[in-house]
T-cell receptor, first 111, second 110 residues
Framework: DTAVSQTPKYLVTQMGNDKSIKCEQN?????MYWYKQDSKKFLKIMFS???????INETVPNRFSPKSPDKAHLNLHINSLELGDSAVYFC??????????FGSGTRLTVV | DQQVKQNSPSLSVQEGRISILNCDYT??????FLWYKKYPAEGPTFLIS?????DKNEDGRFTVFLNKSAKHLSLHIVPSQPGDSAVYFC?????????FGTGTRLQVFP
């Protein structure tokens, strides 16, 4: 069973569209995250939720809106997609004493 | 301002020898450090961690060393195996978020 699963794995879409990436974890972790890996391979945190509450919101355009319907899910909705949004997005979850577990990533390509 | 740095983008090591991956950080408030391994088209996988109250943590072939005064940590892999070939990310935690380095690509050749 996949511990942190995110869908879709690949997403190609046109500029201006609205899209969502879903993430689910079955580890019972309290905290979930969205990370963005840019073209330079640098992983940067975007959002963090703890028990459905937003605890970290880095400098991310407000076109990006995370939604956490429950502790096991953290979805990422992106409005009005731009070329610069093209990247790999990783979902992760954590329990402090057990480290972080990452999903396999969603490669978003905006054309 | 990059708080976690991996200055070597790549490293090539012969099978059976030791691989040493280095990481430097700037924030003295970091209290927990982790190493992740990433294969192409997969998410990073947790490898080993160390708390700031320790200077060494060992798990099989993997050992992480922490030098707080130098704000430096390293990952030692011995003996290196071809399956270790991957990108290794150093990460540091300041309680509620994880900050990653840019990664070092390790290639272990026969």
């Amino acid at each position: 069973d996949t511990a942190v699963s995110q869908t879709p794995k690949y997403l190609v879409t046109q500029m201006g569209n609205d899209k969502s990436i879903k993430c689910e974890q079955n580890l019972g972790h309290d905290t979930m995250y969205w990370y963005k890996q840019d073209s330079k391979k640098f992983l940067k945190i975007m959002f963090s939720y703890n028990n459905k509450e937003l605890i970290i919101n880095e400098t991310v355009p407000n076109r990006f809106s995370p939604k956490s319907p429950d502790k096991a899910h953290l979805n990422l909705h992106i409005n009005s997609l731009e070329l610069g949004d093209s990247a790999v997005y990783f979902c992760a979850s954590s329990a402090r004493d057990r480290g972080y577990t990452f999903g396999s990533g969603t490669r978003l390509t905006v054309v | 301002d990059q708080q976690v740095k991996q200055n070597s983008p790549s490293l090539s090591v012969q099978e059976g020898r030791i691989s040493i991956l280095n990481c430097d950080y700037t924030n003295s408030m970091f209290d927990y450090f982790l190493w992740y391994k990433k294969y192409p088209a997969e998410g990073p996988t947790f490898l080993i961690s160390i708390s700031s109250i320790k200077d060494k943590n060992e798990d099989g072939r993997f050992t992480v060393f922490l030098n707080k005064s130098a704000k430096h940590l390293s990952l030692h892999i011995v003996p290196s195996q071809p399956g270790d070939s991957a990108v290794y990310f150093c990460a540091a935690s300041d309680t509620d978020k994880l900050i990653f380095g840019t990664g070092t690509r390790l290639q272990v050749f026969p």
